[in-house]
Structures are given as structure tokens and as C-alpha cells.
């Protein structure tokens, strides 16, 4: 606590020396010690705050944890300038049969305190005089009756006496910070709001990878942490190391969701990454943005895009300077519809202007691109007929956007009850090879990994081979990849098995390989997968909420084509994290989780995870070892310990991070 002189006292809790006892020790402006520290005799006092009332007197607050749960306290006893007691202790609240958790502290005048603190999940409030004597009822700060665990409140006051108190809030996996406003006599102001700009626990998904020729790598995604979906990137050499920083790709002042990116990197290093979304004309539109491989962003995003109404896009480039972009464009009229292209130069102009992929009749919607060594491209699509039901389409175009010749249809199922997927992907080898995968919907909500393969003249010479076994299971949101030879090739998919959400892939030669996971868990949901394959190495990443109190975020990892199951994730977004215990309040064990980056190849840091009770005593060591990069949990039990308040506190390297848990018996 600070005066107005810049004189300033301090107020801890010992866990050694004086047996948990509370101390106080004041300074002047200076820095100097003024009188001895004072100790408070009292041996059960937590969580002690401080605050000057005005230059004269102090006020001391604290709570009092009984592990009989026969007195538990809020208190408060006012000090005057060297520290003497004045009046009795007030008790500001009182349980029997709840702990009371942090609490916070501030003088909104000099005639006045604010006194914040949690109780049974719940944050209160009362406001005192400078002599002691409460004004007006005990506030409820927090309005939400949902069941949640709210704790670590906050309060600061001006000189006006208006205050805010915030405090965090975990609800589900997810959690927040709310704040309340209050005027000077105890009003409140709005209501609720959240602190975080974006949703609680905000998302990031739909990731994209892209690998130039020398091994760095280039990720982007949705990211809606400033409350709508705008796209990010970021970049890494070829030992997953990041090059840059995250790097918003949509310009300033573009407020609205922007979603769905797709990336490509053509022979000269230069990225495009393209996603559609709605701006001030209120149409949407597709956009793309040029980075260099340093994370630069060239010039401001470009339009691709020539009248209303356009999504799905997808680009690609064939290793030589220009890039294709694919997309869907809808009109009410329903003239028009269907699958439309753009050809771009790496300085990102137009060659010429949106030509149409798909013909009338066919519809179409989520394309796909593949472009080749001479510019040449194939583009696939999900299209209908009336006498076959939905239907992939592809077609061919020479490196100028000319047609060679119509559309043709890939699948042979001749139902309209057995519906093909949503997105079709198609790679094209070094000899001009297609290679077109999608699902099929089989009986309820079973799906199947099927493919085509056609030889550079378009003649077909692999016709619909299932994929990945020969019982259907729920399998979709397939991505496709070439190896660098161009004689095999690589699926990933996301599959739902034994209960959970998995990403899986098989690659395909001259025979069919063995399934494998890319993630190293099947924790959560994992979703969205997209690959590339590059100088041997498997590229993948994916949407992933394994960790608590997270959102989804976006993970990758880098595969051995030849070992690929030797599974290691690299979370791009995260470093060292320790997640809240789950369940707490908990009897009598829980679950921790963290986890632990990539910090150089062949490093594995020691790692630390204690319990300590409320005086600091260690009670529990749960790890004290070398642990390599990856997601961890661990389970504490505390049987032989008694009711109360505890923290674990994870230590690796720099990084320490502790967390409070509620033992309830």
C-alpha cells in the first residue's frame, strides 16, 4: 500500500520462520525501513491485503480458513500510522461450512474502503467508513446463476469513489474475466461484462499448411480472440523453429468475420494465402494477402473476387510463378451459379479477369485446386444431377484458363441417398497424374475415404478404391498429398473412433499402407486436419482442444515419411501452459494437466510440479524429472490429506506458474 507522500507498507503471510504468522513492515518514500516489522499474532491469517485509508491510518483485511470448518472468516482491523490496532477485529463474513478464497482491497476516499472478496464460487463486496462501520447491504457482484467457479477478484477505486471489481471466471473449459462498475455510493453500472476483447476462451480452427522447397513451413487459421474470425500465420524453419511472430493477415478496420483460408507457395518463395468474407459493400467476397518467408506481409490484401456473393475459395500454385484460385459464387437469381477461377501473378495482378469452372446444370460448391509444373491445372467440386444425386465433378484447364474439355464426373454411385462429401481434394504428381479423394456417406452417419486416379491425358486408371478398410465407420474432412517422387501419396482425415475425435492417415504406393494417428493423443476433439508433403517429411496440422480452459487451438507436427507413427506435436500457438485441476472442488482426487514446448531438438527440460498447503508447506511432489515436449496429466490424490485450501505450482526453467484447488471431504 502506497500514501499520497510515496511512503509505503507491506504486508506478507510466513510459512517459516514465524509459523505462518501475518507481518507488516513499513518504508519511507526512500526505501528506508521505518520502525521494526510488525508481527500479528494471529497464526491464521491468509491471503493478507493492505491499504491506506488517508496518511494517518491503515486498514489490514484477511481471511481466517478454520479446517474444522466451525469459524471460517472475512476480517478487517484498522491500523493507525505506526501499526497499532484500533478497535476490535470486524468480521465482514462468516461460513461454517465453506472456506473463503482471495480477496482484494482499495480506499475509494478518505472516508471510505471497498472490501472484494469469493465465496462458495460467488464474489461480494461491502463498503466501510474510515472508522469501521459498514455502509450499506453486502453486494453480490457476480449476476450469473450459471454454475461456475469464480475467483481471484480485483478492485480499484478513484478519487471520486466510483470502483470496479473484476475477477476470473471458469466455466466449463472455458474461462474469462468479468468486471462490474460501481458507482460511489454502491450502484452499479451495466452489468456483467467481459474484460477479454473476444469470447471466453476464444477459438482458433481450420488451419492450412503450406512447405516451401527448403523446409519452412507456413500456418494459417481462422482466430477469433477479438470477438469475430480474422485470419493469422505464422511461419517456421526447417528445425520448427517459428521465423515469425503471429501475423494478422486481414487489414485494419475490417471488423466482420473473415473465415476458410487456403495457402499456396509458388517456386520463388512467395506465400498467398486467400480466405472470403464480408465487408462494407455487405457482400462477400473473396481476399488474399502476399507474405515473403520472413513473415513480411507485401502490400494490403487484394480483391479477388469480381461481383457478390462468393465463398469456399481455395488457391494453388504449381512450383512456378503464378497461382490459381478456385471458389463458389451464389446469386438469388440462381443465374450463374456455380464454381469461378482467378489466375494471379506473384506481384498480385489479375491475369485476366474471373473465368466459370463449372458448366449449367452441374452447380457446385467447395473446390479444390491442383496446379502443374507447367501451369496447367485440374479443379474438382462438389456438384448434382437430377438422375444421380450429388456428385464430384472435375475439370481440366490449360496453363491460360482454357477448358480442355467438360466437366466429368468422378464417383460412380448412382443413388441419390449415397451423397458424396463436401470437398473433393486433388494433387497432381511431376508427370501430370491426378489423384482425386472425397467421402462417401454410406448407411446413417457411416462415411468412406475413397479415390480416383487419372493419368495425364485424363484417361481414368483407378476407379473408386476405398481408401481405408473395409468397415465404415464415421470418416471425413479428407486432405490429400504427394510425396516428392510423385509415386505415392498420403491421406489424412478426421475419423470419429471409440468415442472420440481423431486425426488419421494411410499413405498409398504400389500398396496400401497401415492406418496411423498424426496426433500423439486422443484427448479432446481433434478436427480439420490439412497436410503437405515435403523433402521426405509429412507436414500436418490440425484443430485441437485438448487443453483446458483453452478453446481450440491450432497444433501441428512434422512426420518422418518413412516412420510416421514416431509422433511428436508441435503446438504452434501455446508455450509452457498449467491448466486449471478438473474437478475442483474435488474429494478426494483430481487431474492436472500442462504442457511443455519444443525447446530445441534433443533438450528435454526438468519439469516440477509440487502441492503446498495454504502456509506454504510442500505436501506432495507430483513430477521432478526431464520431460520432452508434449501434453501431460497427472492425477493428485489427496486421501491422507484434510479439508482445505492448496496450490500446485509447475517450475521448468524461466517458467513458474501456480494454481489454487479447493479440497473439500
Not at 491468509?46 to 491503515?58: F, Q
Not at 497401415?514 to 500423439?520: P, V
Request: include cysteine; charge should be negative.
Amino acid at each position: 500500500a502506497v500514501n499520497s507522500n510515496g511512503d509505503f507498507a507491506a504486508t506478507w503471510q510466513s510459512s517459516k520462520k514465524y509459523d505462518g504468522k501475518t507481518l507488516m513492515q513499513q518504508f519511507d518514500k526512500n526505501g528506508n525501513k521505518v520502525d521494526t516489522t510488525i508481527i500479528f499474532p494471529n497464526g491464521s491469517m491468509l491471503h493478507p491485503k493492505l491499504e491506506y485509508l488517508n496518511n494517518e491510518k491503515l486498514v489490514l483485511a484477511w481471511t481466517e480458513v478454520s479446517f474444522q470448518y466451525d469459524n471460517n472468516r472475512v476480517c478487517v482491523q484498522l491500523l493507525s500510522e505506526s501499526g497499532t490496532p484500533i478497535g476490535d477485529v470486524i468480521t465482514v463474513d462468516s461460513d461454517t461450512a465453506h472456506s473463503f478464497g482471495n480477496l482484494a482491497l482499495s480506499a475509494s476516499t478518505d472516508d471510505q474502503f471497498i472490501i472484494t472478496w469469493e465465496r462458495e464460487n460467488n464474489i461480494f463486496a461491502q463498503r466501510y467508513s474510515n472508522n469501521g462501520a459498514s455502509i450499506g447491504e453486502t453486494l453480490v457482484v457476480n449476476h450469473n446463476n450459471e454454475i461456475a467457479y469464480r475467483y481471484e477478484p480485483a478492485i480499484s477505486a478513484n478519487i471520486n469513489g466510483e470502483f470496479i471489481i473484476t475477477w476470473a471466471t471458469l466455466l466449463g473449459n472455458f474461462s474469462d474475466i468479468t468486471f462490474q462498475q460501481y458507482t460511489e455510493t454502491g450502484e452499479q453500472i451495466n452489468d456483467n461484462r467481459s474484460a477479454i476483447i473476444g469470447a471466453s476462451g476464444s477459438s482458433q480452427s481450420n488451419s492450412v499448411i503450406e512447405v516451401s522447397s527448403d523446409g519452412k513451413y507456413v500456418i494459417a487459421w481462422e482466430d477469433e480472440k477479438e470477438g469475430y474470425a480474422s485470419i493469422c500465420a505464422k511461419i517456421y524453419d526447417e528445425q520448427n523453429q517459428p521465423i515469425s511472430d503471429e501475423i494478422k493477415l486481414v487489414d485494419n478496420g475490417v471488423n466482420s468475420d473473415q473465415i476458410r483460408p487456403s495457402i499456396a507457395i509458388n517456386g520463388n518463395d512467395k506465400v498467398l494465402i486467400i480466405w472470403y468474407g464480408r465487408r462494407e459493400d455487405g457482400f462477400e467476397n473473396i481476399y488474399g494477402q502476399f507474405l515473403s518467408l520472413n513473415g513480411e506481409k507485401i502490400g494490403s490484401n487484394i480483391k479477388i473476387s469480381d461481383s457478390e456473393n462468393n465463398w469456399g475459395a481455395e488457391v494453388g500454385s504449381g512450383g512456378n510463378d503464378d497461382f490459381v484460385v478456385t471458389w463458389n459464387r451464389y446469386t438469388e437469381s440462381g443465374v450463374g451459379n456455380g464454381i469461378y477461377g482467378q489466375r494471379l501473378n506473384p506481384n498480385g495482378e489479375k491475369l485476366g479477369a474471373n473465368f466459370r469452372v463449372s458448366e449449367d446444370g452441374y452447380g457446385g460448391s467447395r473446390s479444390s485446386v491442383a496446379v502443374n509444373s507447367d501451369n496447367s491445372f485440374i479443379v474438382t467440386w462438389k456438384g448434382s444431377q437430377p438422375d444421380r444425386g450429388t456428385v464430384v465433378l472435375a475439370r481440366r484447364f490449360t496453363s491460360e484458363a482454357v477448358p480442355l474439355g467438360k466437366s466429368f464426373i468422378v464417383t460412380k454411385a448412382e443413388r441419390p441417398d449415397t451423397p458424396q462429401s463436401q470437398v473433393a481434394p486433388v494433387i497432381i504428381d511431376s508427370s501430370g497424374n491426378t489423384t482425386i479423394c472425397w467421402t462417401e456417406y454410406q448407411s446413417g452417419y457411416d462415411r468412406k475415404i475413397l479415390f480416383s486416379k487419372y493419368e495425364s491425358n485424363g484417361q481414368l486408371s483407378i476407379s473408386n478404391k476405398v481408401l481405408n478398410g473395409p468397415l465404415p465407420t464415421r470418416e471425413w474432412f479428407s486432405k490429400i498429398a504427394i510425396d516428392d517422387n510423385g509415386d505415392d501419396f498420403i491421406v489424412v482425415w478426421e475419423e470419429f473412433i471409440n468415442g472420440s475425435y481423431d486425426i488419421l492417415a494411410q499413405q498409398v504406393g504400389d500398396s496400401m499402407g497401415e492406418i496411423f494417428r498424426i496426433t500423439n493423443t486422443s484427448d479432446g476433439i481433434q478436427s480439420l486436419p490439412n497436410l503437405k508433403v515435403k523433402n521426405d517429411k509429412i507436414y500436418s496440422t490440425w484443430t485441437d482442444n485438448r487443453l483446458e480452459n483453452s478453446g481450440f487451438d491450432i497444433w501441428a507436427n512434422v512426420l518422418s515419411w518413412d516412420s510416421p507413427t514416431d509422433v511428436k506435436d508441435v503446438n504452434t500457438i501455446k508455450e509452457y501452459k498449467l491448466s486449471q485441476n478438473y474437478p475442483n472442488p474435488f474429494n478426494p482426487s483430481t487431474t492436472i494437466k500442462y504442457s511443455i514446448p519444443n525447446v530445441g531438438a534433443g533438450h528435454a527440460p526438468t519439469v516440477q510440479l509440487k502441492v503446498y498447503d495454504v502456509l506454504g508447506r510442500e505436501v506432495a511432489t507430483l513430477v521432478n524429472k526431464e520431460q520432452s515436449a508434449g501434453n501431460y496429466e497427472i492425477q493428485f490424490d489427496a486421501s491422507n490429506l484434510t479439508s482445505g485450501i492448496y496450490f500446485y505450482k509447475m517450475q521448468s526453467g524461466k517458467f513458474v506458474e501456480s494454481r489454487k484447488m479447493i479440497l473439500v471431504k
